[in-house]
């Protein structure tokens, strides 16, 4: 089983909408059985909270389904348990990093690392902004992007 973790600051914003969106995407590709997500926050804040309105609202609004989608802590274990832990912005990269050992190996990216004309950039804070259709746009493209290079380097599709 291939493992996914996204991975923000509270874990009720983007990384949940971010594990929504694969796993539909996943379940659409018929790679359910291939293929897990899961997401967390590097804070503690929100931990057994579900996600915040305004990602269960835009993700409503494209059908895709959130429940049971509770917040978590990312921990050690996760860095050999998923082989794909993915941030989504440069300062969720900076606190994942804390975790690396030499014991380290799964690959560890930015979400819009995938997507070429965004490759680099952050995908901005809705939590402060209040945007999150725009989060949903990048988001969205950026799991197309990621699903389709898991599944070319994994031999999915
Ligand atoms: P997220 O957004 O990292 O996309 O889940 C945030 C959620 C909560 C907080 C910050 C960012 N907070 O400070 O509680």
């Keep these: 089983m291939i493992k ?13 909408m971010a594990e929504a969106i ?4 996943i379940n659409e590709a018929g790679l359910a059985d291939n293929i897990q997500v899961d997401s967390a926050g590097t804070g503690d804040w929100h931990v057994g909270q579900p996600p915040h309105k305004g990602t269960r609202q835009i993700l409503k609004q494209y059908r895709i389904d959130d429940s049971g989608i509770r917040a978590r802590q990312i921990r050690k274990e996760d860095f050999n348990e998923f ?7 440069s300062s969720n990269m900076k606190n994942v990093s804390k975790f690396f050992t030499n014991d380290t190996h799964c690959e560890i990216k930015m979400l819009l690392d995938f997507v070429p004309k ?10 402060y902004t209040g945007n999150f259709a725009e ?7 950026g799991c197309e992007r990621l699903l389709a290079y ?5 031999n999915l599709i």
């Design 150 to 154: 898991i599944g070319e380097k994994e």
């Design 22 to 25: 694969l796993r539909h995407k």
């Design 118 to 127: 965004h490759k680099g950039s952050d995908v901005p804070d809705p939590y």
């Design 83 to 89: 082989q794909y832990i993915i941030a989504m912005d």
């Design 4 to 16: 996914v973790l996204f991975v923000c600051l509270g874990n009720i914003c983007r990384s949940p």
């Design 135 to 141: 989060v949903y746009e990048l988001v969205n493209e």
